[in-house]
């Protein structure tokens, strides 16, 4: 079965978009190493995300999960709700909690690897110990204030560093979370 | 003229220490790149830090910025107070803000380095504009709280990652501050 990942590219100051959570240009600007995100974007089997990502428009027509790669994506919410299709993608509404939704994520992803969209997700997953790896991007600028990627979990996490690329201004860090 | 730099161990989630700032032991944890670190050691001409740090015991014989090495030290502060000697260094302590420490500090290095001590002193340095370069060792631990090494400067800055050097479990990054 495959593994549960958190894949973001993140400022120095920790940060994953600008305070109105709508502002993500500054994360074009930095390239990374395409043949890394290559590499992870083939792994993926499913993906994750919060109700919150997916009300607030962040999820378009014109912007959609890893640029609509067809795969099957489920949504953390509190409301039950009949799948939604967008472009390519149908999105499936899961009320029996984080733990369940990973279950049917990994589930449906097969030998495939479950990636989580969103701060919140990524957080509420980190803290159910579902997550099994971390990839971030850094990128080289302090934007000052945001949404934080990791915030303050609470509790602390050891991890291991897999491997470390430095591609033009971005290095990605691929961990694992040591249990 | 040296550079002002700031030069941190810091983990994925932002914090130099834990909430207490006093259990800096999961810093010596990690290695990270010798020849880097001692580079970086050499270049040093001035060190300055808070009055907090140097206060609350941060500064002891047995804790001395930089293991005792004999630069002048300067130390920002509301409250003027003769010069303190610690084991081999002795600590001006200045009260015309943080400016006029950099400064004091830039005559004192000569061709050398200023290095920052203290996420309160790099913050406000990065905030006035002072500071060249900012050297980052990425531990692998989520802390989950404590020391955050930027916070929420509330303005962004835009970087250049000069030179990036995994050793072992850590990464170190070197950006310059783009003006």
Redesign the interface.
């Known amino acids: 079965m495959g593994i549960v990942f958190i894949h973001f590219t993140m400022s ?3 940060f994953i978009s600008k305070p109105d959570g709508m502002d993500i240009a500054w994360m074009f600007k930095y390239g990374g190493d395409d043949e890394m995100a290559e590499r992870l974007m083939g792994e993926i089997g499913a993906v994750v995300l919060g109700n919150k990502d997916f009300r607030e428009g962040t999820v378009t027509e014109d912007s959609l999960p890893y640029g609509g790669m067809k795969v099957p994506q489920f949504v953390v919410t509190h409301h039950a709700r009949e799948p939604v299709t967008i472009g390519p993608l149908t999105f499936t509404f899961v009320t029996d909690g984080i733990e369940q939704t990973i279950k049917l994520a990994k589930e449906a992803a097969g030998d495939k690897w479950v990636a989580l969209l969103g701060a919140s997700i990524a957080q509420q997953c ?1 803290k159910a110990g579902l997550v099994d790896e ?1 990839v ?1 991007n ?1 990128a ?6 945001g949404i934080s ?13 897999e491997e ?1 690329v ?1 591609a033009g ?3 990605t ?1 691929r ?1 694992s979370v040591v249990r």
Chains 1, 2 share one sequence.
């Open positions: 120095l100051d920790g980190l971390i971030v850094l080289p600028i302090l934007l000052g204030d990627l990791f915030d303050r979990l609470g509790s602390e996490y050891e991890l291991k560093l470390a430095t201004q971005v290095t860090h961990f």
